[in-house]
């Protein structure tokens, strides 16, 4: 498995409760699932799910765009930018 860092901005960091931690996942969809869990610690995760319905990722700062979460495969060290929509374009 590797560790990755997820990095969250805007309305994602509010919902995560958090600006940036680690998880270990093998795909996006999984790192995704980690983040959800360690949420649920916290009580964030309701709030989390929904954001993350919305958000756009960069993994290493190349975009996911359309591609399933599942087929994101990561590596050790990469990061996760986890994007909200943001007003004006």
């Avoid at 919902?15 to 969809?29: D, M, N, P, R, Y």
């Avoid at 990061?79 to 909200?84: K, R, S, T, W, Y």
Wanted: glycine share 6%; charged share 15%; hydrophobic share 50%.
């Amino acid at each position: 498995m590797a560790i990755v860092t997820m990095r969250y901005w805007a309305a994602a960091k509010d919902a995560a409760g958090v600006s940036e931690q680690q998880v270990t996942a093998e795909t996006l969809a999984a790192a995704l699932a980690a983040a959800l869990a360690a949420a649920t610690a916290t009580g964030h995760d309701a709030e989390l799910q929904v954001v993350l319905t919305r958000c756009s990722f960069l993994v290493d700062g190349t975009p996911v765009g359309r591609r399933a979460p599942e087929s994101v495969q990561l590596s050790d060290h990469n990061v996760i930018e986890v994007l909200p929509p943001f007003a004006g374009g």
